[in-house]
């Protein structure tokens, strides 16, 4: 089983630049969430989806955008990077019905110069 | 609001000794609880998770915790260190309804010989 599939693992991104990070499971699951790690701060979440053609703001939205046209794919896009968009990000899947715990892909390291 | 707070960013322990990592969580009616364990540069992986029933919980590698709902806390502990165990834990409270995951800010273990 694949999982939860982040691509790319590493990216480096000039001030400005857009980029998409990409994700992708096969577990079937609605809930598909975006993360973003930095030390100290433990994981905020960015944007979530609790199925296909719904999204909503977590807690940290601003200067991502996200879609989510299919069960299977949730990409999170950097509209114009800042270098405080610096950090790991994590994608992460889940069932909404019973209470199941997330399911994390291996993350993005980004870096915006 | 929900929220969950991890006391202390950095615990040490030598190798055989007792792991306690701190977790306490906000919540106006018990929420679904879990343990997730970060290795360096990979994804979050699941120790163990708290929904309902019996309040001690069993998990990977050795560790279990505690729900106390008079506390609000829920408690990761491990009888005796091994140095593999070195990593960061976080704690994260999930709502009855909703998928959204709230994570603490992590603690970091460290393992002496």
């Known amino acids: 089983n694949a999982g939860v599939t982040q691509t790319p693992k590493f990216q480096v991104l000039k001030t400005g630049q857009s980029m998409t990070l990409q994700c992708a499971q096969d577990?079937?699951?609605?809930?598909m969430s975006w993360y973003r790690q930095d030390p100290g701060m433990g994981l905020r979440l960015i944007h979530y989806s609790v199925g296909a053609g719904i999204t909503d703001q977590g807690e940290v939205p601003n200067g991502y955008n996200v879609s989510r046209s299919t069960t299977e794919d949730f990409p999170l896009r950097l509209l114009s990077a800042a270098p405080s968009q610096t950090s790991v990000y994590f994608c992460?899947?889940?069932?909404?019905?019973?209470?199941?715990?997330?399911?994390f892909g291996q993350g993005t390291r980004l870096t915006v110069v | 609001a929900q929220s969950v707070t991890q006391l202390g960013s950095h615990v040490s322990v030598s190798e055989g000794a007792l792991v306690l990592l701190r977790c306490n969580y906000s919540?106006?009616?018990?929420?679904?609880l879990f343990w997730y364990v970060q290795y360096p540069n990979q994804g979050l992986q699941l120790l163990l998770k708290?929904?309902?029933?019996?309040?001690l919980v069993k998990g990977i590698n050795g560790f279990e915790a505690e729900f106390k709902k008079s506390e609000t806390s829920f408690h990761l502990t491990k009888p005796s260190a091994h140095m593999s165990d070195a990593a960061e834990y976080f704690c994260?409270?999930?709502?009855?309804?909703?998928?959204?995951?709230?994570f603490g800010q992590g603690t970091e273990l460290s393992v002496k010989p």
């Open positions: 994260a409270v999930r709502p009855n309804q909703g998928g959204k995951l709230i």
């Open positions: 919540s106006s009616v018990p929420p679904y």
């Open positions: 577990m079937n699951h609605e809930y």
């Open positions: 708290y929904t309902t029933g019996a309040t």
């Open positions: 992460a899947s889940s069932s909404t019905g019973a209470p199941t715990e997330a399911f």
